[in-house]
């Protein structure tokens, strides 16, 4: 029996494993004949702690293909976006793929991730999600329809989605905004002026005083003190009240006496008497056709209402007159070129006596020179409460009398009046008009009872033709049927 070598567990030890027979079979083959013997011969001339010439031959490639796999490796490790690859026995590691940008994916997972180029993956499994069903229906949500037709190539995932709602709202808004901006520039551009642009127009940002026309000697109404350092009555507070709308303080307020038939020509006369054009009248100027016809007078809104009335002497034979066909025969004093001269012409057959201040009709009632006098109630009113000798008839006449602010030819200026009037009318919390009223013409009613000295609220005011902006405040509009 031969005796075993004694290299024979070195020769089990040294035996391949499968990963380096794998690795050197084809040269093993080569030098040992291709067969099972040849292997089997080697392995035991291997054996021993020598190396036979095969061993150096099969070292030799073993290095060979060391070197070359490991010169493959660093080649694809160098190139920092190559794949990298490396062998473990029966199968490529090629699992991991960098891609240069610091992101790791499994190769065996690539086809299930789409990139589309702005951040967001898809699983290929799902593409066939978004594809017709066969049946003519999509079943893709609306959304993804409506941004994958507006954006082809561009996946509708779930925040493409949220920001294509973001977008078609954002469109929405930006296309009402629009459609307000066109509108409020085509009202701003066609609509009526501006108060600032009516102000410019009126000729009021040159001047640094008003100049208002009123009357000076009808008590309660307008009435110069006797120092004649001012004014003070109902007419006066009116012309204040406006005055303040159009920009000016009290200090810049310079009223002027007018008479009767100068109210029309807006001529007033100065501290000095010489007469002087004023920009504005207040002077219980009533509203009539013939009047408003005049292209030289512009009237505003009404700012008062009152109606015609007699005084007499409280020794006057008849203790009430009803009417002014009771004055026939008697000599009656009005006011010159005043509705309530026209109305008493007709009323009697003689000539009545004209005056171009009711002060002086009253003072030579006082005297004896005549018998009555006829004017507005509002007028008489203040004369009545001076003189307990003087008493007050209600003539029931239908017709009003509508005191108006006379802005002359100056249109600007008129609807600038209307727009003061109207804020006192329209708005709850302005209450000059009120104010005014009590202060002047409700201590008037005690004194003169049984007559409709004037009417206890401020007559009706439309809103005038002024361009407001939506969000400024906007008073409410009521139906004026007895505006002029």
Not at 34 to 48: L, N, Q, T, V
Not at 60 to 83: F, I
Not at 137 to 143: E, I, L, M, V, Y
Request: proline fraction near 6%; hydrophobic fraction near 30%; aromatic fraction near 6%.
């Amino acid at each position: 029996m031969a005796e075993e070598p004694a290299d024979a567990g070195t020769r089990a030890e040294g035996t391949p494993t499968p990963s380096e027979h794998h690795g050197r079979s084809d040269r093993q083959g080569g030098r040992g004949g291709g067969g099972p013997a040849g292997d089997e011969r080697e392995g035991r001339s291997g054996g021993g702690t020598g190396r036979s010439p095969g061993d150096e031959s099969r070292g030799r490639d073993v290095d060979e293909h060391d070197r070359q796999s490991g010169d493959d490796r660093g080649r694809r490790s160098d190139d920092r976006h190559d794949r990298e690859r490396r062998f473990d026995g029966r199968y490529e590691r090629d699992r991991w793929d960098d891609d240069g940008h610091g992101h790791e994916r499994r190769s065996d997972e690539r086809d299930r991730w789409d990139d589309d180029g702005h951040g967001h993956e898809r699983r290929s499994d799902e593409r066939d999600r978004w594809d017709d069903d066969g049946h003519g229906h999509d079943p893709r949500p609306k959304d993804a329809r409506v941004f994958e037709d507006a954006y082809p190539g561009m996946p509708a995932g779930p925040f493409a989605r949220r920001g294509f709602r973001r977008f078609r709202l954002t469109a929405w808004i930006a296309l009402v905004v629009a459609a307000v901006v066109v509108g409020v520039s085509i009202t701003w551009v066609n609509g009526p002026p501006t108060e600032a642009e009516l102000r410019e127009k009126a000729g009021l940002l040159s001047k640094d005083r008003l100049r208002i026309g009123v009357k000076d000697d009808t008590p309660g109404i307008a009435l110069r003190s006797k120092d004649g350092s001012g004014f003070e009555g109902f007419d006066i507070d009116i012309a204040y009240l406006i005055a303040a709308d159009l920009g000016f303080r009290r200090d810049q307020v310079e009223f002027m006496s007018i008479e009767t038939e100068d109210r029309a020509r807006m001529q007033a006369r100065n501290g000095n008497g010489e007469f002087v054009r004023v920009d504005l009248v207040v002077a219980t100027f009533s509203v009539t056709p013939a009047r408003k016809a005049d292209p030289s007078v512009g009237f505003s809104t009404p700012y008062l209402f009152t109606e015609q009335s007699v005084v007499t002497r409280s020794d006057y034979q008849d203790e009430h007159v009803a009417s002014l066909g009771q004055l026939e025969g008697r000599k009656v004093c009005s006011l010159g070129t005043s509705t309530s001269l026209t109305e008493l012409s007709k009323a009697i057959r003689g000539n009545p006596i004209a005056e171009g201040l009711i002060s002086k009709c009253v003072e030579r009632l006082r005297r004896g020179d005549i018998d009555a006098v006829t004017t507005d109630a509002a007028l008489l009113a203040g004369f009545v409460t001076q003189d307990r000798n003087l008493r007050h008839h209600d003539i029931a006449l239908e017709k009003t009398e509508m005191w108006a602010v006379n802005a002359g030819p100056n249109a600007a200026l008129r609807t600038l009046v209307d727009l003061a009037l109207y804020r006192s009318y329209a708005d709850p919390q302005n209450q000059r008009w009120e104010e005014a009223y009590k202060a002047h013409i409700e201590p008037l009613l005690k004194t003169n009872p049984g007559v409709n000295v004037a009417q206890a609220e401020q007559p009706c005011a439309l809103p005038p033709p002024v361009r407001r902006w939506p969000w400024e405040r906007t008073l409410p509009a009521r139906d004026c049927p007895s505006a002029p």
